[in-house]
Every structure is written in C-alpha cells, then in structure tokens.
C-alpha cells in the first residue's frame, strides 16, 4: 500500500466516526494546489541535469499551508500529497493555525557536491516561489534536508522579493532568525510521547527497552533524549542496518562512530550487526520506526513484539497493520501526534520572526512540553471514550476541526 493509500484510507476511517457526508469527505481528501516543476541542474563538471520537484497544498482553511522539503530519489507525487494531508491534520491535532503542505525533489544528495545542493535549492526555491511565503506557505526541513537547505531557501526567496523575509521558512539557522529548541523538536515530541505512554501504563523511563529505526535527524536524537532519561536502549539502525546489544546502547558514542568515518552504525564495537528487519521483531518495550513510510505492513506487523510503537516517521504503519498491532494490543501513538513536536516549535519559531523577540530554549521546551502532553491527553481520552485506536482518536480531532474550519468560513462563491 503507498503512503497515499494509507493516508486516504486513514482519513476515511475519521470521517466514517465523524458522521461527514460524501462531499465533505472529498473536500477534505483532495489537495487544494499541486505544483510540479522542473529543476535544471547544472552539474560541477558542467552537464545539465533535469530533475523533478512537487509542492502539494493539502488544506489551507485554518491558517497558510506548512509542510517540509525532502530530497530523496523516491520522492514522487503521491508521496507528497500523502505527507501534505498529514500535516493538515497534525496541525489541527495540535492546535496551530496552519494547513498542511509538503515538498520535494526526486534527488539523492548524497550524490550532490555542496554546491550541487545550493544549485537545486536556489532553483527548486525560485520555480515554487508563487505559491510561498510567510503568509502563504512556510517550509521546513525534512528528509535530506536541513537548516542549511532552509538558509538557501530563505535567501533565494528574499534577493527575488528585495528585502530579508526570515519567515518564510522554518529550521534556518539561529543567526537568521532560527529558534533555540528547533533541531531536536521532533526527536523532544517523541521523547514526551514515549513519556506520556509509559505514565499511562504506571512505567517509569529506566523500566523499559528501546529500539529504534532510523539513526538520522529524529532517530538519532530520540534514541539519545531516551537514553539519557534512563531508558536502555538496546537497539538502533540505519539505512545499511543495525546493531544489537541488550545491555544497552551509547548513542552519543554511536554518533562518534558514524562521523568518524564508518559512515553507519554498522560495525559499532561490543554489538551484534542486525537487520531493519530484525529491529522490527525484537523483544523490546518501546519500538520507536523514525526512518520512512510504510516499514511496519501486514507481512511484519506479526513480528512486532514492542508494547508500545511510537512512530517518530511519517505513515510507518500501513492501516492493515495497524488492524493487526490493535487486535494484539499493542499501543501505536500515531505520527501525527508523536512526531508533532518538529511543526509546533517551527510555529514557535514562525510566531517569533514574526514579532522579532526570541525565547530562550527552556522557554521553547517548556511550550512544547505543555502542548505535547497536552494533545496526547486529549487523544487518549477520546479513544478510550469511543473506543477506538490512538490513530483514529487523533485522526478524528485533526479531520474534525479542519472540517469544522469549512462550515464556518462557508463554500465560495
């Protein structure tokens, strides 16, 4: 099932417990705006190279469209559209007056020189730039991407517009109106949410076992702020696979690692070398997917033997394994609601260029703190009160007030 599959299937699910009509529901499953452009490249040894890059506006009807701006070989339109209506409904879930959007380019930068990536940065930023802007739609870092990207992007933008325009992006550097707090929001939102599951079970941090499956920019940090609260984290991986220790991982000594020219945690010292696979299935507490979509299905979601999934990716589970890790009763907190954190302090961050007065970062993580726990709890006692899953749950309060944002502002013309 594609990342677009599951989301519609998701959302039909939510509209199903609300009690919409037909109309609504293809209001709410249709992207508003869908940009393809093409973005020329123009190599380091001078060949033109064309490749192809989206922005999808899923739903603008609480606030301007927000969403990142991943460069991965499979991004495609599909992909983009799925990861744009997710983020209309995280922002809804959440409380932030945003829409939800997404972009990207079908690109491996790992292959790119810096320079490369400054080329399509520039570019990509400059064929989107009708549809962008502080008032219109914000992007953010995502997979392949990062504040740098973000800083490109921004000053792209503000050499076509004549003057510096620091909100038009979100995760730029702090020097350029970046906030305190923003690198390791999503990875901090997981850690609350890991908390929050582990109160409701009378767990404390330094009871349980963690895994995680990505050891990159959410990955990575949330194995760490896990660890560092006491958790044993026992296993993580990357794209080249994983490693294994039951008596506990150092992430910050994994990281060394990887920077110091192993390139992956592959061959970390004192562990046994797993697959992604593998990770899925191991007797762990807290299975944390933080890599892509789609990696627990319905030929795998058998072997998950975690009591609790905290999904720090977009869409790692596909709606029929998820049907699966219910009837198991295994607790999913759903990406919309676990990975929320990298979107609530971009809006803290969007609030802040906006009024040109900046937080201190305990302020920032106190704000989030606050807003996760929160959001969680709302999500928690609607799916014990109408007995569904914390998906459906969060889905039902995201797709309820962007349905609700339409019947007030009503249908033009």
């Known amino acids: ?59 603008l009807s609480r606030g301007p469209a927000k969403g990142g701006l991943r460069f991965h070989p499979d991004t495609d339109i599909d992909e983009v559209r799925a990861l744009a209506m997710w983020m209309t409904w995280k922002c809804a879930l959440i409380g932030i007056p945003y829409g939800g959007a997404k972009g990207g380019v079908a690109v491996d930068p790992k292959l790119l020189s810096r320079n490369e990536l400054e080329r399509v940065t520039r ?9 962008v802007g502080p008032e219109k739609d914000i992007p953010a870092p995502d997979v392949g991407t990062d504040e740098q990207t973000m800083a490109w992007f921004m000053d792209t933008y503000s050499i076509h517009s004549g003057y510096t325009v620091t909100g038009v992006v979100t995760g730029k550097p702090t020097a350029l109106g970046g906030s305190l707090g923003r690198g390791g929001a999503t990875s901090r939102g ?16 330094h009871d349980v076992s963690v895994a995680v499956q990505g050891f990159g920019k959410v990955g990575g940090l949330a194995a760490q702020f896990l660890h560092d609260a006491g958790c044993k984290v026992v296993a993580v991986s990357d794209v080249e696979g994983g490693v294994y220790n039951p ?25 046994d070398r797993i697959t992604n696979d593998e990770l899925i299935a191991l007797d762990v507490d807290v299975l944390v997917p933080a890599a892509l979509e789609g ?24 709606p029929d394994a998820d049907k699966v890790l219910e009837d198991r009763g295994v607790l999913v907190v759903p990406d919309i609601l676990a990975n929320s954190g990298g979107v609530a302090v971009s809006y ?18 106190v704000r989030l703190r606050k807003l996760m726990e929160g959001s969680y709890a709302e999500v928690s006692e609607l799916a014990a009160d109408r007995k ?26």
Not at 255 to 270: D, E, Q, S
């Open 123 to 131: 570019r990509y930023a400059s064929e989107i730039m009708p549809v």
């Open 247 to 271: 008596d506990g991982l150092d992430p910050i000594a994994l990281l060394r690692h990887v920077r110091g020219g192993a390139g992956t945690v592959v061959g970390y010292p004192g562990t």
């Open 1 to 59: 099932m594609s990342a677009w599959e599951s989301a519609q299937q998701q959302l039909a699910e939510a509209v199903a417990q609300l009690g919409l009509d037909d109309g609504f529901h293809d209001l709410l499953r249709t992207p508003r705006r869908e940009v393809t452009v093409a973005v020329p490249l123009r190599r380091d040894d001078g060949q033109v190279e064309v490749l192809h890059g989206y922005r999808v506006q899923h739903n």
């Open 295 to 318: 990696v627990i299905h319905d030929g795998n979601a058998d072997e998950v033997r975690a009591r609790f999934v905290v999904e720090g990716a977009n869409g790692p589970t596909t």
């Open 190 to 205: 997981v850690m609350y949410s890991v908390f929050c599951a582990l109160r409701d079970a009378d767990l404390q941090p």
């Open 388 to 413: 569904v899953s914390m998906r459906t749950a969060a889905q039902m309060i995201g797709v309820g007030r962007v349905a609700d944002a339409h019947r007030i502002r009503g249908l033009y013309p």
């Open 348 to 365: 803290f961050e969007w609030v802040q260029d906006l009024q040109a007065y900046f937080w201190s970062e305990d302020e920032v993580n």
